[in-house]
């Protein structure tokens, strides 16, 4: 044979083979977040990267309007929610909410221009409790939130149905012989696992206690079962999906029911679980008599809130742009209000439909881990690097802000 004839033909070979090995390459980072040796990482690939700059970038600002004049409840007849903001705020809201939920319809996707006092369409009421509910995010759950805040664009993104909620699951009948049961489907509310499809709802619409390992030797105290242990890792799996993160930007892995060796951002996320309670229970239930057949769900549910409904991949929502520094319109005046379960809180007055679970009933164990200062301290002391949150830089929105720093 030839020699420069299989000289050729060992050169194509190896050129498919390095192509094919480069076909298959992903560059990871490696976020170390604790003690080198302690595999307190986050690994992201770079592809991972694009993606998340594509989703998570928010849009420019409007430049800030004048505080004084007119207040819009002294201007317009039919406005309850936003009626302490001046003429100039009000509008500058009504432009970015246009913006933010219904940028190719615009005004008239809530209104009838020229007439805009009335209420007749669905979406001018659904938006005015939307209104209120950001201004409740804000305003009641800076626990979770701080000063970041949310705007509709959180969790909207520029259109009408925001691009990740949930249905609650039905039992599909897929079959002359065989009923399919409630897991094994890979859903997104469960994160593509073959665990239960199910948990969001006994976790974030019900108050179960999301609990796995016992706290006493004997079995006596321990009321969890397998099924909770598979449900509670169906609801970690979603969690950890939903901010693109790892088991341990939360837990220390060796002992994951421990407080004591988190991170902090793992009681941020305790809150976070509340409050996805608080929004699905109050806000979102009672609209079952607004939204059209056409918005609910195979089981005639609405549509709900969890955590990818606002974080969309990133541990903090559009890599922590200040949302209310840019919409100080969007913050409740008068301060904050008794939360569901305190003392003093007052339900919203729309009567709530049959489907509402009970948010009252709370167990001991479901108790705030009383996280205080010490955890914080604690974890911070033990562990260089888990207080500062990656990609934490408040005030700065896009790229830089990335996990992996000087990107
Ligand atoms: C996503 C729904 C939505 C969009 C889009 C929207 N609005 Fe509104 N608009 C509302 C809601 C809700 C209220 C009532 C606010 C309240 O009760 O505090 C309102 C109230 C108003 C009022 C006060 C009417 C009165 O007399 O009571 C005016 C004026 C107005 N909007 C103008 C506009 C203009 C102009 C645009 C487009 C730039 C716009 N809106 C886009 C939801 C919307
Ligand atoms: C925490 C997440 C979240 C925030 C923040 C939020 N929304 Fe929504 N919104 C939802 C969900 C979930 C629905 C139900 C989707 C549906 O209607 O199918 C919804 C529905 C709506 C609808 C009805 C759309 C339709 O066609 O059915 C309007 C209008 C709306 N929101 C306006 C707003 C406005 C205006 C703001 C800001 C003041 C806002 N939303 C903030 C989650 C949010
Ligand atoms: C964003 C933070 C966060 C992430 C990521 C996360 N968890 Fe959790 N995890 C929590 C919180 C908060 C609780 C306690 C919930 C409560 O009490 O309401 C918890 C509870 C648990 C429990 C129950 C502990 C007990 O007391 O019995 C287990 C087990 C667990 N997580 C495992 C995991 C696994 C496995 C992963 C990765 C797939 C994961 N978690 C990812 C925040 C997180
Ligand atoms: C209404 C929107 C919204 C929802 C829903 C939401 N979050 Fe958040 N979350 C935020 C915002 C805004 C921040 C940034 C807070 C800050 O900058 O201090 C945040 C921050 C966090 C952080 C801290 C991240 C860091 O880098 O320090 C964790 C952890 C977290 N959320 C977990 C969750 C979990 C788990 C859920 C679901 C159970 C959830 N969130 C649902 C808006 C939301």
Same mark, same amino acid.
């Given at each position: 044979m030839n020699p420069f004839k299989v000289f050729v033909t060992l050169a194509c070979a190896g050129l498919v083979v390095i192509v094919g090995l480069l076909a298959g390459y992903h560059r990871t980072e490696v976020v170390q977040r604790g003690y080198r040796g302690t595999a307190l990482n986050q690994l992201y690939r770079e592809s991972y990267f694009v993606k998340e700059d594509l989703i998570n970038k928010f849009p420019k600002p409007l430049g800030q309007a004048k505080t004084d004049g007119p207040k819009a409840s002294e201007t317009y007849e039919n406005v309850h929610v936003l009626g302490d903001l001046s003429k100039g705020q009000f509008a500058r809201t009504m432009l970015s909410i246009k913006s933010w939920v219904a940028p190719d319809v615009g005004c008239n996707f809530c209104h009838a221009a020229p007439i805009y006092n009335s209420d007749e369409k669905y979406q001018k009421r659904v938006a005015r409790k939307m209104l209120e509910?950001?201004?409740?995010?804000?305003?009641?759950?800076?626990?979770?939130?701080?000063?970041?805040?949310?705007?509709?664009?959180?969790?909207?993104? +520029?259109?009408?149905?925001?691009?990740?909620?949930?249905?609650? =699951? $039905?039992?599909?009948?897929?079959? #002359? *012989?065989?009923?399919?049961?409630?897991?094994?489907?890979?859903?997104?509310?469960?994160?593509?696992?073959?665990?239960?499809?199910?948990?969001?709802?006994?976790?974030?619409?019900?108050?179960?206690?999301?609990?796995?390992?016992?706290?006493? =030797?004997?079995?006596? +105290?321990?009321?969890?079962?397998?099924?909770?242990?598979?449900?509670?890792?169906?609801?970690? *799996?979603? *969690?950890?999906?939903?901010?693109?993160?790892?088991?341990?930007?939360?837990?220390? $892995?060796?002992? #994951?029911?421990?407080?004591?060796?988190? $991170?902090?951002?793992?009681?941020? =996320?305790?809150? !976070?679980? @509340? *409050?996805?309670?608080?929004?699905?229970?109050?806000?979102?239930?009672?609209? %079952?008599?607004?939204?059209?057949?056409? @918005?609910?769900?195979?089981? !005639?549910?609405?549509? %709900?809130?969890?955590?990818?409904?606002?974080?969309?991949?990133?541990? %903090?929502?559009?890599?922590? =742009?200040?949302?209310?520094?840019?919409?100080?319109?969007?913050? @409740?005046?008068?301060?904050?209000?008794?939360?569901?379960?305190?003392?003093?809180?007052?339900?919203?007055?729309?009567?709530?439909?049959?489907?509402?679970?009970?948010? $009252?009933? %709370?167990?001991?164990?479901?108790?705030?881990?009383?996280p205080g200062p010490d955890t914080a301290a604690l974890i911070k002391a033990s562990v260089p690097g888990a207080g500062a949150p990656i990609g934490a830089a408040v005030g700065g929105a896009g790229p830089a802000a990335a996990p992996g720093g000087g990107r």
């Open positions: 509910m950001t201004r409740h995010i804000n305003t009641d759950w800076t626990a979770h939130v701080g000063k970041t805040g949310v705007t509709c664009y959180t969790c909207h993104r +520029g259109q009408a149905v925001p691009p990740k909620v949930w249905f609650q =699951a $039905t039992e599909n009948d897929d079959g #002359l *012989m065989q009923k399919r049961p409630l897991q094994r489907p890979p859903t997104p509310a469960a994160a593509y696992s073959s665990l239960p499809a199910d948990s969001l709802t006994e976790y974030l619409l019900h108050d179960d206690s999301i609990r796995v390992n016992g706290t006493t =030797a004997l079995q006596t +105290g321990n009321r969890n079962s397998v099924q909770h242990a598979r449900q509670t890792y169906t609801l970690m *799996m979603v *969690m950890s999906e939903s901010l693109g993160v790892n088991c341990d930007f939360c837990h220390n $892995t060796r002992a #994951l029911a421990s407080w004591e060796l988190s $991170t902090p951002q793992r009681v941020t =996320a305790w809150y !976070g679980i @509340r *409050m996805v309670r608080d929004l699905n229970n109050n806000v979102m239930l009672p609209l %079952k008599t607004e939204l059209p057949e056409n @918005r609910l769900g195979p089981g !005639g549910d609405v549509p %709900k809130i969890y955590c990818a409904t606002c974080h969309n991949g990133s541990n %903090k929502p559009l890599y922590g =742009a200040p949302m209310l520094q840019y919409y100080p319109e969007l913050v @409740r005046p008068g301060g904050p209000r008794p939360l569901p379960g305190q003392e003093g809180y007052e339900a919203t007055p729309a009567p709530a439909p049959a489907e509402t679970a009970p948010v $009252t009933t %709370k167990t001991a164990e479901d108790k705030a881990p009383a």
